[in-house]
């Protein structure tokens, strides 16, 4: 099973759906909790579904309970920015949610999308991983 992940920040549109396009992505996986920013530009929950489609030929799905809550959320980007409390609740909420339970499927050749340029301090990175360590057979690529 494989699993992609991608920011949309800094990169322009013709960038990112390059991306997922020469990946052979599957299906946009979206894993915002906010998917409607106006500061998302392309990335808007309505137009990235039109652009996956019309680019890309995939789906595009949204995922909220692989989100962090907007507590958690506002407490690192607007409070302390301890990366390692906020990897330890966020991975406490993903095993509160079970998400290891989820129909396997829905996942397998997706993208996970959020909005960090790099994936070191971001939360779709700790999804994969924790899938990974869960599913035992989940191979990462991060575009």
């Given at each position: 099973?494989?699993?992609?992940?991608?920011?949309?920040?800094?990169?322009?549109?013709?960038?990112?759906?390059?991306?997922?396009?020469?990946?052979?992505?599957?299906?946009?996986?979206?894993?915002?909790?906010?998917?409607?920013?106006?500061?998302?530009?392309?990335?808007?929950?309505?137009?990235?579904?039109?652009?996956?489609?019309?680019?890309?030929?995939?789906?595009?799905?949204?995922l909220p309970q692989l989100a962090p809550t907007q507590d958690m959320l506002d407490e690192y980007k607007k409070g302390s920015g301890d990366w390692a409390l906020y990897e330890r609740k966020f991975l406490?909420?993903?095993?509160?949610?079970?998400?290891?339970?989820?129909?396997?499927?829905?996942?397998?050749?997706?993208?996970?999308?959020?909005?960090?340029?790099?994936?070191?301090?971001?939360?779709?990175?700790?999804?994969?991983?924790?899938?990974?360590?869960?599913?035992?057979?989940?191979?990462?690529?991060?575009?």
């Open positions: 099973m494989k699993i992609f992940t991608i920011g949309f920040t800094k990169k322009s549109a013709e960038r990112f759906f390059s991306k997922l396009k020469n990946a052979h992505v599957s299906k946009l996986v979206d894993v915002r909790l906010n998917n409607v920013s106006q500061l998302a530009g392309f990335s808007k929950k309505d137009d990235l579904s039109y652009f996956t489609k019309q680019i890309c030929g995939i789906e595009y799905v949204h406490d909420l993903m095993a509160s949610r079970h998400i290891e339970d989820m129909d396997r499927s829905r996942l397998d050749g997706g993208c996970l999308l959020c909005s960090e340029d790099k994936p070191h301090h971001c939360h779709r990175r700790l999804v994969a991983e924790y899938l990974r360590d869960k599913w035992r057979d989940v191979e990462i690529e991060h575009l």
